[in-house]
């Protein structure tokens, strides 16, 4: 089952629970889960080029907004898969799906989504999404984002 969903998904980050993770109640804390989100998001902009983009234009992603939704508690020992993809491309943002596996209970453990704007940072002002930066997601997306422009 978990082969299938994570298929969709190019950038895949296997990650080790600590146990500075767990909280009073036994499970790890909800914030970590965000955490694991930001760390998957990141590998994705680095995997795109984005830094090299952003060096080059000024222009570069700000987190606009973020939901989460928790589906089962972790705790430690273990390791989860952080894995995201973009699910939409609009002129100045895009959409990202971030997702939880956890291996042991071969289930999600948590799923969410983020919108990304961009901003250019010289300026201090919403900018396109850079025509280059666009490309990579393109190329790299196993399933085609939806493009709104």
């Given at each position: 089952m978990g082969s299938e969903i994570l298929e969709r998904f190019p950038v895949q980050l296997e990650i080790p629970?600590?146990?500075?993770?767990?909280?009073?109640?036994?499970?790890?804390?909800n914030l970590v889960y965000l955490r694991w989100f930001e760390s998957a998001r990141m590998a994705y902009f680095g995997n795109c080029e984005y830094l090299d983009v952003m060096k080059e234009s000024s222009i570069g992603p700000i987190l606009r907004d973020s939901r989460i939704r928790y589906r089962i508690p972790l705790t430690f020992p273990g390791n989860v898969i952080s894995a995201t993809?973009?699910?939409?491309?609009?002129?100045?943002?895009?959409?990202?799906?971030?997702?939880?596996?956890?291996?042991?209970?071969?289930?999600?453990?948590?799923?969410?989504?983020?919108?990304?704007v961009c901003v250019d940072y010289e300026k201090n002002c919403k900018a396109a999404v850079p025509q280059r930066y666009r490309d990579l997601i393109l190329e790299m997306e196993p399933i085609q984002p939806e493009i709104f422009d």
């Open positions: 629970i600590a146990w500075g993770e767990m909280d009073a109640f036994q499970h790890v804390n993809r973009i699910t939409r491309l609009e002129e100045d943002r895009f959409t990202m799906e971030h997702l939880v596996w956890s291996p042991e209970h071969n289930a999600v453990a948590a799923e969410g989504d983020a919108v990304v």
